[in-house]
Structures are given as structure tokens and as C-alpha cells.
């Protein structure tokens, strides 16, 4: 599989972020997300991960004002899709959301996307998937521990919690605290 470098998806970040400040939120968000990533792996495809991570969150740019924030793992798929970017990468980014949004998620939360399955399917997806959730993009941006972050899906019901639940159990816990101090984000 032809993956880009390092290198190549730092300028794709350039070129997509609307101003440096997006830029410096999402390339740090994902160069964090493939650390606690790598820390994971088992017998993924480590170059898969690796690209994956640092890019999942690229769609975020393309968000117009207002447009649901769901929506951004989409609209990064589509970009990958039209740099002919390998598909298994692309996907990447249309299935990293939450713990898995289901078909029927969509249809019975009415949530502004195509009713299809965008549940990590794929070892790499749900590793990128699953490191995504100890680190978020807030103001100022924070790591989660596993109870803060169980805690937020709990407006999800009971399915999610113990999805997130499984996926703990699976891969176990990052460490947060090196990540934290190297980026001087708060673990809360
Ligand atoms: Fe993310």
C-alpha cells in the first residue's frame, strides 16, 4: 500500500487547515492520537496506523460553519478518497467516530449523514478508533482517563459505555501522563 510520509501528511495538514490555529489544534491532536496509537499496537499494520492516526481528523477542516461536527470523519474519507489516497486510509477517517456509529445510530438519532455503518471494522480502524477517545481537540485541549471519558457516553445509553468498555479490556490503557507532559495537556 503507497502511504504518504510523515512528511507529506504534515503538508496536507498545511494545505487544508483554514489558518494556523486550526492547523496547530488538529496536526497536535492527531500527532497524539498515533503516539497513544503506537503505544497500543499488536499485530496491526503498524505504517497503517501510523498514517491513519495522523490523519483522521483532516475532514475537520473541510467543516462549514454550522455543519455538525459528525460529520467531519465523512468529509475526511472524501478528501483522502479524492487525493487517490489508498481506501483502507481513507476509511480510517469515516470510522473513527465515537465508539462506532451504526446505521441504525443514524437513522434513530437523525444524525446528518447517510444512513450506512461507520463502525470500525478493520484492526487499524479500531485501534486509531479507540486511541482517539483519551485526547480531545477542547479548549483548552485535554487528555481523557477512561472514567472521564466513559462518563461522557453515557448520554449514548448503555450500548456505548459497554463498547468502550470491550475495547478497554481489548487493548488496555494508554500511558497519558509521558503524552501529557511532552504537550503540556492537562489529564482530566
Ligand atoms: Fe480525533
Partial sequence: MDLPSDDEIRALHERFAPDREAFELVWTHCRII????????TDEDEDLVRAGALLHDIGVYRLAPGEAYIRHGLLGHETLRALDLPEPLARICSHHTGVGISRDDVLRQRLPLPPVDYLADTPEETLVM???KFHSKTSPPRFNTPSSYAASLARFGPGATARFQALTAQ??????AGPALRYGHAVL
Avoid at 498515533?34 to 499496537?41: E, K, M, S, Y
Avoid at 487493548?171 to 497519558?176: F, V
Fill in 130 to 132: 479507540y486511541a482517539d
Fill in 34 to 41: 498515533c503516539d497513544i496509537a503506537g503505544q497500543l499496537l
Fill in 171 to 176: 487493548y488496555g490503557l494508554p500511558d497519558l
